[in-house]
C-alpha cells in the first residue's frame, strides 16, 4: 500500500512532501556512491550537555541491512552533493511511547525504507553536500513555522535563571524589571513559575511538609489564578507597564499531563483567555509528560488550538530540559525549543559556561532552525566565587558583549532579574542589542550555518547567515582562548560576497577572492560583519 503524500507550500525552492505512511515506503537510490548521514538529537538537557551527534556511512554493496532510530537521515550522491532529506515530525525516539526504528538502510537494493511508524515523515531533495543538508533542515521547519518579524527571533527575559525561583516576584519586583528591561533593550517580559496561585513542586515558598503540584494542577480550580498576594491587581498593571515601553509579555504555565492530559481543553481556554483578555502571547510550557499516544495526540491539539484561536500570534517555548517531552521536532509549528537550564548558583553543578552555551548552538545548529532555539546569557557579574579564580573559560573572564553576541543568531533567552544587571554589563550589551535588532530579521531570514570548528573553549568559530538568493549576508566569528589573531573563511559555499563591513565586536574584516579574513587581537572576544555582494 503506497502512503498518501502530501505537498507543503514552501517559500524556498526545494520541494517538501510529507509522507503519511500506511506502510513502509520504499526509497531507491541511483547513486554508486551513497552517503547515508544520520542525525541524532538530545534532550532532557538538565542531565546531558552534548546534543547533536552525526554519523556518516560509506556502504558497500553487500554491506548488511541495518535499522535507524533517528529524527533525521540524508541520502547522497557522494560525487555530486545531490540528496534527500529524511525528518520525522516526532519526539526522539527514545522519548516516544511505541519504540520503533525509522529507517532501514539496505545498500544492497540500493535503498532506504521508511518505516511506518505512526509519526509523518518530511522528504526534502538538496544539492550542495553538508550546506544543502543544513537548508533542507531550514525549509523543512520554516514550512511548518515561517518566520515573523516581530513575533520571532525575540529577546526574552526570564528572572528564574538567577536562581531566587520565585521567591522575589511580586507587582513591585516586575515593575522594576519592566523598567530595566526597556532600559537595555528587552522585547519581551517573561514571568516564570511563581505568577500563579497555585505553589509548584519547584516553588521557593513552600510551606514546611508541603510538596507542590507538577502535574495534577487542575485538582486545585485556583491554581492557575493570579496570586493575590503576589499581584493584588492582577496582572494587569505589570502587562500594561510592559506594552507602555513597547515590550510584551510572557508567562511560564505547566499543562496537566495527569490522566493522558484529559484536561486539555481546560489548559487552552486558560491560556486563549490569558492572551485575549490580558495580551499575553508568550508562553514557556513545562512539566509537559507525553507517555503515551493519546497524550501526544491530546497535546497536539492544545497546540493547534492555541495557534487557530490566536491566528498564529501566540508563540510557545517548549521546554526539552527534562522528562519525555515532544523535542525538537515533536512540535516545530508552535515556536521556539527552550534548551537548557544553567545556572550561576549555589550547590548546583550544571553551572553555566558560555562556551557550552555557544557549542550547543553551533552543534544543534545543523539540524536545527537557530531562529527554534532559545539559548540563554546569564549574568556575568554573579557569584563569581562558584568558578575557580584561575578559571580562564569562567563567565568573568569574557568581554561581556562576547557573552550576548554567543546567542545573537538564536532566539536570546535573558536569563536571569534583568534589574541585579551591573551598570557595566548593561553598558556593554546595550549597544549590541540595539544593533542586533536592526540585522536580526535579516539574520534569521537566511540560512544560518555553523562555521569554523566546533566550540571547545579554545577554536576559531561562529556562523554565517546568508540570504537566499546567496548575494548578501552576515558572519558572526568567535576567537576563543587560542594563540592565533587570524582566521580565513571560504564564502564560496555559502554566498558571493566582495565587501565586509563591521556591525560590531573588535577587529578587522575584508574579502578576497571569496575569502573572508578576520582578525581579532583578543581572546574570547568576536566580530559581527555585513557581507555585501
Request: proline share 6%; charged share 25%; with cysteine.
Amino acid at each position: 500500500m503506497k502512503p498518501r503524500l502530501i505537498t507543503l507550500a514552501l517559500a524556498a525552492a526545494s520541494a517538501v512532501t510529507l509522507s503519511l505512511n500506511a506502510a513502509d515506503e520504499m526509497v531507491p537510490w541511483k547513486c554508486e556512491h551513497p552517503r547515508v548521514t544520520v542525525v541524532r538529537l538530545q534532550d532532557r538537557t538538565d542531565q546531558h550537555n552534548e546534543l547533536y551527534f552525526e554519523t556518516e556511512y560509506l556502504l558497500l554493496r553487500n554491506e548488511a541491512p541495518f535499522d535507524v532510530s533517528a529524527p533525521a537521515i540524508f541520502v547522497e550522491d557522494s560525487m555530486t552533493g545531490e540528496g534527500t532529506a529524511y525528518f520525522r515530525v516526532a519526539p526522539l525516539p527514545d522519548s516516544r511511547p511505541v519504540k520503533a526504528p525509522d529507517f532501514r538502510v539496505e545498500a544492497g537494493r540500493r535503498r532506504l525504507v521508511i518505516r511506518d511508524t505512526g509519526y509523518p515523515c518530511v522528504k526534502m531533495p538538496y544539492t550542495g553536500g553538508k550546506v544543502g543538508r543544513i537548508r533542507a533542515a531550514t525549509d523543512f521547519q520554516r514550512a511548518r513555522r515561517a518566520y515573523v518579524s516581530g513575533r520571532d527571533g525575540q529577546f526574552l527575559t526570564n528572572t528564574w535563571g538567577d536562581g531566587n525561583r520565585d521567591a522575589c516576584i511580586n507587582e513591585a519586583f516586575l515593575m522594576r524589571e519592566v523598567a530595566a528591561g526597556a532600559e537595555l533593550g528587552v522585547d519581551v517580559i517573561q514571568i516564570d513559575d511563581g505568577w500563579q496561585k497555585g505553589r509548584s513542586a519547584n516553588s521557593a515558598k513552600l510551606k514546611k511538609g508541603e510538596k507542590g503540584s507538577w502535574s495534577s494542577f487542575w485538582h486545585d480550580p485556583e491554581f492557575w489564578k493570579a496570586d493575590p498576594e503576589r499581584f493584588p491587581h492582577g496582572l494587569e498593571p505589570v502587562v500594561g507597564a510592559a506594552r507602555a515601553k513597547g515590550m510584551k509579555f510572557g508567562l511560564w504555565y505547566g499543562p496537566d499531563s495527569s490522566n493522558e492530559a484529559e484536561h486539555w481543553e481546560k489548559d487552552l481556554k486558560l491560556l486563549l483567555g490569558l492572551h485575549k483578555d490580558l495580551g499575553i502571547d508568550y508562553f514557556k510550557l513545562d512539566s509537559i509528560r507525553s507517555e503515551s499516544p493519546l497524550t501526544l495526540q491530546r497535546q497536539q491539539k492544545l497546540m493547534d488550538g492555541l495557534l487557530a484561536g490566536s491566528q498564529g500570534r501566540i508563540t510557545v517555548d517548549l521546554d526539552v530540559t527534562a522528562q519525555i517531552r515532544p523535542g525538537y521536532y515533536g512540535f516545530p509549528e508552535v515556536g521556539p525549543v527552550f534548551v537548557e537550564n544553567r545556572y550561576i548558583r549555589k550547590n548546583d553543578s550544571r553551572l553555566w559556561w558560555p562556551h557550552f552555551t555557544l557549542r550547543n548552538l553551533w552543534s544543534l545548529a545543523h539540524a536545527v532552525d537557530p531562529a527554534r532555539l532559545r539559548m540563554e546569557v546569564l549574568n556575568p557579574d554573579r557569584l563569581g566565587e562558584l568558578y575557580p579564580a584561575d578559571d580562564p573559560l569562567a563567565p568573568a573572564k569574557w568581554p561581556k558583549d562576547t557573552l550576548f553576541a554567543a546567542v545573537m543568531f538564536a532566539s536570546p533567552l535573558g536569563w536571569f532579574e534583568i534589574q541585579n544587571l551591573t551598570p557595566e554589563t548593561v553598558a556593554a550589551w546595550k549597544p549590541l542589542v540595539a544593533t542586533w535588532k536592526k540585522y536580526r530579521d535579516e539574520v534569521h531570514a537566511g540560512y544560518i550555518y555553523p562555521v569554523g570548528c566546533k566550540p571547545d573553549g579554545f577554536a576559531w568559530t561562529g556562523f554565517v547567515s546568508a540570504a537566499k538568493d546567496g548575494r548578501s549576508g552576515t558572519a558572526l566569528i568567535f576567537r576563543e582562548l587560542n594563540e592565533r589573531e587570524t582566521y580565513t573563511l571560504d564564502l564560496s559555499p555559502y554566498l558571493t560576497a566582495g565587501t565586509a563591513e563591521i556591525l560590531a565586536g573588535r577587529g578587522t574584516a575584508t574579502i578576497k577572492d571569496g575569502r573572508l579574513s578576520v582578525q581579532i587581537p583578543a581572546k574570547h572576544d568576536f566580530i559581527w560583519v555585513k557581507l555585501n555582494h
